[in-house]
């Protein structure tokens, strides 16, 4: 069974940082994209950034230069390391796997960040 999760959210001042990671499981991930994805109240989901299978990255322009996304092959983790972050930054951020050539994609469930003083 394939799982996401996500872990390091939580609550933090605006300027502060804040680590996400994504464990994933239950098939092999190396060949995907992995990505992140964020949803403040009352918005659709949106992009933040993505990494492929190369190590390439790709990010929002609301983010870039503060956000950095890194992932291990072996471990089959995905992070997402945020910096100066703002209280516009705050969202439920989830954690994407794929497509694979099936089409399907798999998330996460989802983790609280709110950026507040």
């Known amino acids: 069974q394939v799982r996401l999760v996500e872990s390091g959210g939580g609550l933090v001042q605006p300027g502060g940082s804040l680590r996400l990671s994504c464990a994933a499981s239950g098939t092999v991930f190396s060949t995907v994209s992995m990505g992140w994805y964020r949803q403040a109240p009352g918005n659709q989901r949106e992009l933040v950034g993505t990494?492929?299978?190369?190590?390439?990255?790709n990010y929002a322009d609301s983010v870039k230069g503060r956000f950095t996304i890194t992932r291990d092959y072996a471990l089959n983790t995905v992070d997402l390391q945020m910096n100066s972050l703002k209280p516009e930054d705050t969202a439920v951020y989830y954690c994407?796997?794929?497509?694979?050539?099936?089409?399907?994609?798999?998330w996460g469930p989802g983790i609280q960040v709110t950026v507040s003083s």
């Open positions: 990494i492929l299978s190369t190590g390439n990255t």
């Open positions: 994407r796997a794929g497509p694979f050539r099936s089409g399907i994609s798999y």
